[in-house]
Every structure is written in structure tokens, then in C-alpha cells.
């Protein structure tokens, strides 16, 4: 199988951007996104039987784009790291046609050959300073079904408005541009302004490591025993949820992966995001596009070899993001969150420069609307991240919302060591 590139185009919102809303700052919150810090997201459509082709797909989907972009207009704009500014003078959202030769049904089932080729469903800016904000693949398979690939700037937005616009996308283009209930605010920077001082470095990344990416399922069967296992050493009659039960075992089998490489338990620092709308005591609008997110920080400081157990890092987890909840209902202004996020990135970059301390990024879309993306041929089969090149664990609900699918991407030998551990073959199905 490989990915042919027919086309390529820039898709212009209509009607344009009014004169008074071109100029939008953006707010500190999105200045500790790395300008180059890119989204990808492919949603799966395999083939209904109906006989619309993929030319008639593909005009629909254009135009109903240009008609979203109306409402999300800071996505067809571009950045300026100068001024701090988005430019949203309709500078357009790229829009590329790509030919698959092969079946949808051989990506979904098939190995370690279609799990690299799932990376070229999706558009990969080469020059991110001046490309646009959003890039959409739109993958059309020889023998039916299409795969809609997603990039988007971390800059200009978090989980939440990804989705917020692509279901927006999706309604347009299936009812029209009037069937969208939820119209986004963009006003986060009047709440947050821009701060010269914010720096945010990229992830290093080794240069001779290979990062690889891997599925890990965890249906809902398995998430029942892990709960009972976790269950049986948590103090009280709490129950653990199912991001916590397979957090736990990840970060637990990681620490054990780094073991093995070091000879000793290594200190580590685990990050969750928290979406925090509705979670501060600020008047923020729930429908804020923007960044509005930050992180939960969960401690593992390796000083007791006991203390490695499963429900230990359940405790750990649900400790760090209980914590965080709580500390952001306090926040009622701009500087109290403004050193709390502070506070995690110094913590954070320490973690990344110095090296002393592991460091796992989890990022988690469990419960977002990701499989409500209908743009008039069905909801997704499926949905999948892509190899960003970045040590990383990508959580994602199953389809039947029972499971949870864990995106894990590794250094190569590291990953070899993960995939063998008990844990995980006892509580996971290795997919594709």
C-alpha cells in the first residue's frame, strides 16, 4: 500500500472575516505550545454501500470547510510570534486529495507495514513557521471507504476545540452550516493576555533514538479485572476509574522497562491534561476555543521498592489529578493560574533538561466526542493518532466506549521491553 498525492489546495473561509476581528492576540496559555507542535488525528469512514463517489465527497467537504471557517476564522489564519498575534485575514486552511492503493479493511487489520503507512494518512507541515494553521488529507481507498486525516497547530488549540471544529465541519457538511447549535468564543486572551516572558521548549529528542508507535487495547472486560486488582490494595471503598486503572499499569510498566535499563528504580514525573473548562472560578465561557487546559503532575520518587505495586500508582494518579481539580476551583484571576502553570513548566522543563528524573507525557481524548464526526456517510469505524516522534502515551475511548486504546510511542528498544512485560500481555491485545 502506498499514498498518492493528487491535489492540493487552499480553502478560503466564505464569507470572509470581518475587518474588526482579523487582529486576535493570543493568550500566555497558548504561548506554552511550541509554535511547531502539531495535532495529527485520522478519522476512518469505511465504505456503507452508497453510491456517492469520493469527487461528489470531496466537493461537499470543501465547501462545507469554507463555511465552518467562518465561524472558526483564527484556524484560517496565521501565526505571528512577534507580535504575539494570530493574522486572521483569511489566509486559508490547506485541503490535499491523496489516493491509497489498497483496502480500508487491510489498514484496520493488517501489521507493523500498515501502522507506518497509517503516519501518510495524515498532512505533516515541512515548514511550520509558514504553513497554514490547519492541514486536512482527505484519503480516498482504491476499493471504497475514505480516511480523513487532521493536523492542527498546539498553538492555536487544544482537544477541545479540535473536536469543537471538526464535528462543527462535520454538521455542516451533512445538514448545513445552519445545523450548528454551538457556536465557539474566542476571547480566552481577554481573559489570559499575552506575556512577554513565556518561553516553552520542545521535547528533546535523542539523536540516535528510533520512536515507534504501538496500539495497546484495553477492552472493558480486561478494565473490569485491572479495577479488581487495582481495587483489592485501595485504601477505602473507592473505585478506580478507567483512565487511572490503565494509566497505572503504563506508567508502572514503564518504570519497570527503566529498571531494567538502569539497574535501579528511577524517579519519575507523569503528566495528565485537564480541560479546565468549568473547573476554575472565573466567568470563562464553556464554549472558549483557544488552549484552556493544563497539566496534573503525578510523583513517583523510587525511594521504596515495596511501593511498585498496581494500586500504588492508581493512588499516585488519581492523588495528582484530584489535586489539580481541586487547586483549579480555587483559581478566581489571571495571575493565580498564571503561577500555578508556572510552578508545573519549571518542574516540568527541570525534568526534561537535567535528566535525573523520568518524564511520561500522557495526553488523553477518552470521553470526547470523537466518534460523533458524521459528515453524511456514517460515523467514524474507527480513529487513530499518529507517530509524532515524540515519547508519548495517546489514550483514545474504543468505539463500543467500554475499552480504552493506548497509543503508546517509544524508543525501539524500549518498546521491545514494554510489549514483553506480563502486564501488558495479560490485560492488553496487541492491534495493529
Known amino acids: 500500500m502506498n499514498v498518492q498525492i ?55 467537504l470543501q465547501k462545507s470547510l469554507s463555511e465552518t471557517l467562518t ?17 486572521c485575514n483569511d489566509k486559508r486552511v490547506e485541503y490535499v486529495e491523496a489516493q491509497v492503493n489498497g483496502c480500508l479493511s487491510q489498514l484496520l487489520e493488517g501489521g507493523e507495514l500498515e501502522t507506518e503507512l497509517r503516519n501518510h494518512l495524515a498532512p505533516h507541515p515541512v515548514q511550520p513557521y509558514h504553513r497554514p494553521l490547519v492541514l486536512i488529507q482527505f484519503n480516498m481507498f482504491e476499493s471504497g471507504g475514505v480516511a480523513i486525516g487532521v493536523c492542527v497547530t498546539h498553538r492555536v488549540a487544544d482537544a477541545y476545540t479540535i473536536f469543537a471544529f471538526i464535528n462543527a465541519w462535520a454538521t455542516a457538511c451533512k445538514l448545513g452550516i445552519d445545523k450548528i447549535e454551538h457556536t465557539p468564543s474566542f476571547q480566552l486572551s481577554s481573559f489570559f493576555p499575552s506575556r512577554e516572558t513565556i518561553s516553552c521548549p520542545n521535547p528533546v529528542i535523542g539523536d540516535n533514538q528510533k520512536i515507534v508507535m504501538k496500539r495497546f487495547v484495553f477492552t472493558g472486560a480486561a478494565l473490569s479485572k485491572l479495577k479488581a486488582v487495582a481495587r483489592a490494595g485501595v485504601n477505602g471503598s473507592r473505585q478506580p476509574t478507567r483512565l487511572e486503572v490503565v494509566t497505572a499499569v503504563i506508567w508502572k510498566t514503564l518504570t519497570m522497562v527503566a529498571r531494567g535499563n538502569d539497574g535501579r528504580l528511577r524517579p519519575s514525573i507523569l503528566s495528565h491534561p485537564i480541560n479546565l473548562r ?7 465561557p464553556n464554549n472558549s476555543c483557544g488552549n484552556f487546559a493544563t497539566l496534573a503532575l503525578s510523583h513517583f520518587t523510587a525511594d521504596k521498592e515495596s511501593k511498585v505495586q498496581l494500586h500504588d500508582f492508581v493512588d499516585r494518579v488519581h492523588n495528582g489529578i484530584k489535586k489539580k481539580v481541586a487547586d483549579c476551583a480555587k483559581v478566581s484571576s489571571d495571575d493565580e493560574l498564571f503561577r500555578m502553570a508556572t510552578k508545573i513548566g519549571m518542574e516540568t522543563t527541570e525534568a526534561f533538561i537535567k535528566g535525573k528524573v523520568d518524564f511520561y507525557i500522557f495526553k488523553s481524548v477518552c470521553r470526547m466526542p470523537i466518534y460523533e464526526a458524521n459528515f453524511g456517510w456514517g460515523k467514524p469505524g474507527w480513529f487513530s493518532g499518529c507517530n509524532t516522534g515524540v515519547e508519548m502515551v495517546f489514550l483514545i475511548d474504543t468505539k463500543d466506549g467500554d475499552g480504552i486504546e ?27
Open 71 to 87: 465561524i472558526f476564522y483564527p484556524l484560517a489564519g496565521r501565526y505571528i510570534d512577534d507580535n504575539l498575534i494570530l493574522d
Open 278 to 284: 468549568g473547573k476554575t472560578a472565573m466567568p470563562i
Open 6 to 60: 493528487l491535489s492540493t489546495k487552499l480553502i478560503t473561509p466564505s464569507p470572509p472575516t470581518p475587518h474588526h476581528l482579523q487582529n486576535l492576540k493570543v493568550s500566555w496559555i497558548d504561548q506554552f505550545y511550541p509554535p511547531r507542535n502539531f495535532v495529527p488525528l485520522i478519522f476512518y469512514y469505511p465504505s456503507n454501500g452508497d453510491d456517492q463517489n469520493n469527487v461528489e465527497r470531496s466537493k461537499q
Open 406 to 432: 493506548a497509543w503508546l510511542s517509544l524508543e525501539e528498544n524500549r518498546m521491545i521491553l514494554f510489549q514483553e512485560n506480563p502486564d501488558i500481555k495479560a490485560f492488553t491485545g496487541q492491534g495493529p
